[in-house]
């Protein structure tokens, strides 16, 4: 390759990497941000009395299954190997019954996670929406989140945290 040819090459590679190195880069904490908006400790108190009230409701399932069952066990001896199998049968049916609630309402696609993604969703969406106009505002071309996980950041510099001004975007302050 001669040498006209390789230096052409090279200011091609600086011409495309030029632009790349000039992008501003940012982070915010998603976390942080949730836990100062007000309206999270609303959601959060709405979930926390919808699942103690599930949670209680399968407690009196699974009371229920053991009350039943000592029951059978009192009176296994006056029982006819008929009735006992019947008493039997009511129980697993109620295990089942236990075990169907538990996994209709505490299960991955739970109403109690359905009810959760419902109630946070207007938050996110007002969150998300914040964030990009503080992106667009300090022309970021990234914008990490450091709740993201360990894999996501390494090392922020919180001269580029812009979890505050995303507050400030919210109309949160800062000492709430």
């Known amino acids: 390759m001669d040498k006209s040819l390789k230096i052409v090459l090279l200011l091609l590679i600086l011409l495309q990497a030029g632009p790349l190195a000039a992008q501003k880069f940012g982070y915010i904490d998603s976390e942080y941000i949730l836990n100062k908006h007000p309206d999270y400790k609303v959601v959060q108190e709405e979930l926390t009395k919808l699942g103690s009230d599930w949670k209680n409701e399968a407690q009196n399932l ?23 199998q019947q008493r039997l049968e009511e129980i697993k049916a109620k295990q089942k019954a236990s075990q169907e609630f538990n996994s209709r309402i505490f299960g991955i696609d739970g109403m109690y996670y359905q009810k959760q993604a419902e109630l946070l969703q207007p938050l996110q969406s007002k969150i998300y929406d914040a964030i990009e106009r503080v992106s667009r505002r300090n022309n970021l071309a990234v914008l990490f989140d450091k709740a993201a996980g360990p894999s996501a950041i390494i090392y922020t510099d919180p001269r580029h945290d812009y979890s505050e001004f995303v507050l400030e975007e919210l109309g949160i302050e800062k000492n709430n």
Do not use: F, N, P, R
């Open 62 to 84: 699974d009371q229920e299954i053991k009350e039943l069952t000592t029951q059978l066990k009192a009176e296994e001896v006056l029982l006819t190997e008929e009735m006992y």
